[in-house]
Structures are given as structure tokens and as C-alpha cells.
């Protein structure tokens, strides 16, 4: 039987009188990369947020880890999250950055810092302040930040903007590691390349509602 860790039951999100997701119905098996595309507006931030218990539901249920979301839990434990850009202390390294992060539940030494920077393909001795990072820097931050903390489950929006074709590489194996080491991510991305490269099944999000394209049913992606 599939360990499916998300669960998802006919979930609708409107805002006001604009209904941004609707009758939405899917599992996400442990283990695996779930890529979700769509064209910049179709409802996958919010889906996301939904999941992470960041935005409340119109109707429907989200359970994570047996756990339903805005009932037994407000936001699912567990899980590193990148939606929209990476917020940082602007004036602080990166490292500096992650560290006073780290504070906040103190599960993991420095030691464990710089081993995440190092992962992700940043100098954790680097003294540059965060502001000066290029946008690609910051979304390898973000992904250290996400991961530092050893989540199960990993809502990725996007991870790529920003980085050259040698970081798209290099985050592309970071997160090929990630799943080999049983994490389950989800991840939205532009891109077809990425979404080829990475993800063991994909949907599409069109017209507010979720079809199912490729490793839920034998549907060639394009």
C-alpha cells in the first residue's frame, strides 16, 4: 500500500468571489519529487500556502502525516518551505542568517549550518551581507534554510529563479539527494527541463482545477 503523506480532499480556495483552486483531489506518495506546473497566476502558490497552513481553505481538507490541516494542526511540523522569495536580515551573512533562524527552535548546532551551506554550494565563512547576494545566492539560502532543520517534507515554489545553468545543475542534485534520503518535496517550477529531470510524477494546474499528467496515470507530459 502507498504511504501517501499529503492528502488532499476536494480542496477550493476563493478569495472574495474569484475561486483560485477548485475540487482539488490528490496524494503524495513518501519519498518521491511531485512536480506541479502552471502558467503564473493558476493557483500553485496558493496551493502551497494551503498546505503549509499559511492560507485557510474555503472547503475541503489537507491531512499531512495523518494530521488535518487547521484542525489538529495549524502548520504541518516537519516540513522546509520555499514560497515566493527567501525573506532574509538584509545587514547579515548568510550564515548569520541561518543561525539566528536556528534559534528559534534550537534542534541543530552550528556544525550542522555549515554542513547545510556547504550542501547547497555556499562558503558558510563568506562575510558578505545577504543584501549583497545575487538572486541566485538567495535562493541557495532559502534552500538551506528549508533543509537545515531536516524536515520530512519539502514545498519548494520556484527553487531555480535565479541561478545559471551551473546552479540549476547543482540544485537539481542537491534535491536528487533530498529524495534519495526518503525526503518527499513538492515542487513547482516553470520549467520542463526541471520538471523531466526531477519529478517522479507531475500535475498541472488549469483553469482551477488539478489534472494529473504523469506517474498517477500513463500520460506523456509536454
Known sequence: ?????????????????????????????????????????????????????????????????????????????????????????????????????????????????RETMLFVGLDPDEKKHVEKYSMGMRQRLGLAQAIMEDPDILILDEPMNGLDNQGVLEMRKCLLQLRNQGKTILLASHSTEDINALCDTVCKIEDEILIKIRGFEDVPFH
Request: aromatic share 8%.
Open 1 to 113: 500500500m502507498k504511504n501517501n503523506v499529503i492528502i488532499i480532499k476536494d480542496l477550493c480556495k476563493t478569495f472574495r468571489n474569484t475561486t483560485v483552486i477548485h475540487d482539488i483531489n490528490i496524494s503524495f506518495e513518501k519519498g518521491k519529487i511531485h512536480g506541479i506546473v502552471g502558467r503564473n497566476g493558476s493557483g500553485k502558490t496558493v496551493l502551497f500556502k494551503c498546505i503549509c497552513g499559511f492560507v485557510p481553505m474555503t472547503s475541503g481538507s489537507i491531512q499531512v502525516k495523518e494530521k488535518l490541516v487547521g484542525k489538529d494542526i495549524d502548520i504541518p511540523k516537519d516540513m522546509g518551505i520555499i514560497i515566493e522569495s527567501p525573506g532574509f536580515l538584509p545587514n547579515y551573512s548568510g550564515f548569520n542568517n541561518l543561525k539566528f533562524l536556528a534559534k528559534l527552535q534550537n534542534k541543530i548546532s552550528k556544525k550542522e549550518i
